[in-house]
C-alpha cells in the first residue's frame, strides 16, 4: 500500500492514495471560517470507523442476515501532550435491517473488533475502544 501527501498552503495538504483517490485534509481556514478539509486525525478516526464499518456489514452479509445499513458514530478522546494520542473511542454501531438476528450482530462487531480491524488493532495500543449497538428494524412502523 503505498500514499503520498502534498503540501498546498498554509496547513493544508492533499493525500492521493495508492489507488488514485484524493482528499484535502489539514487546518487551513476558508474564507467562511471552516477547515478546507479533516485533520490527519480526523481521518484517523474515520479510517478505524470505516475499517469496522466494513466488516461488519461484510460479516453480516456473508452470514446471509438481511442488513441494509450500518452507521458507526465514534466518539473519541486523545492525550493532552504530545504526540496526542487517542486514550478512549466509543464506537456506536446503529444497524439497520429486516429481522437482523441480534446475537448475529454482536457476533460481527466483536469479530471486527478482535480480529479483523487492523485499524482498530493499532488504536487499541493507545486508547480504550468500547462498542456499543442498536439494531433498527426496517419492518418495524
Partial sequence: MKARIQWLQDRAFTGISGSGHAVVMGRTTGPEGRSIGPSPMEMVL????????????????????????C????????????????????????????????????RAVKLSAETYCSASAMIEKTAE???????????AP
Fill in 71 to 106: 452507521v458507526v458514530e465514534l466518539d473519541s478522546e486523545r492525550a493532552e501532550t504530545d504526540p496526542q494520542v487517542f486514550t478512549r473511542v466509543h464506537m456506536r454501531f446503529a444497524v439497520t435491517g429486516r429481522g437482523l438476528d441480534a446475537a448475529k450482530v454482536e
Fill in 46 to 69: 474515520m479510517g478505524v470507523g470505516g475499517c469496522t464499518a466494513f466488516d461488519v456489514i461484510h460479516i453480516l452479509e456473508k452470514s446471509r442476515e438481511p442488513v441494509e445499513g
Fill in 129 to 139: 475502544i468500547t462498542h456499543e449497538i442498536e439494531i433498527i428494524d426496517s419492518t
